[in-house]
């Protein structure tokens, strides 16, 4: 069974910076893309950032400059770092990945339980 666990979400005042993480764990053959997507009331879930298990990354328009999203292969672990927080990044930040299990032959899509960043004004 995989498992993604997500860490660091917090209280923040604008400006200030926070750092999520994410480990998946469990019967994991091979991971192909990690990320962060986040989501408000009311509102659908949307990317923020991505990266690739070769290392290319992808980020949302409203955070390129401010997030940065890195990897630990070896620990298949993701980080977010969030640095100039704004209030309008509130949100719950989901994990997201796409792995293949061990004996299984198609990758699937596995999401966190979510982690709460409140930034305030």
């Known amino acids: 069974q995989v498992q993604l666990v997500e860490s660091g979400g917090g209280l923040v005042q604008a400006g200030g910076s926070l750092r999520l993480s994410c480990a998946a764990s469990?019967?994991?053959?091979?991971?192909?893309?990690m990320g962060w997507y986040r989501q408000v009331p009311g509102k659908q879930r949307e990317l923020v950032a991505s990266?690739?298990?070769?290392?290319?990354?992808n980020y949302a328009d409203s955070v390129k400059g401010r997030f940065t999203i890195s990897t630990d292969n070896a620990k298949n672990t993701v980080y977010l770092q969030m640095n100039s927080l704004k209030p309008e990044d509130t949100a719950l930040y989901y994990c997201?990945?796409?792995?293949?299990?061990?004996?299984?032959?198609?990758?699937?899509?596995?999401w966190g339980q979510g982690t709460q960043v409140t930034v305030s004004s």
């Open positions: 997201h990945a796409r792995l293949r299990s061990e004996g299984d032959v198609y990758y699937q899509t596995y």
């Open positions: 990266i690739t298990r070769g290392g290319s990354s």
């Open positions: 469990g019967s994991i053959a091979s991971i192909s893309v």
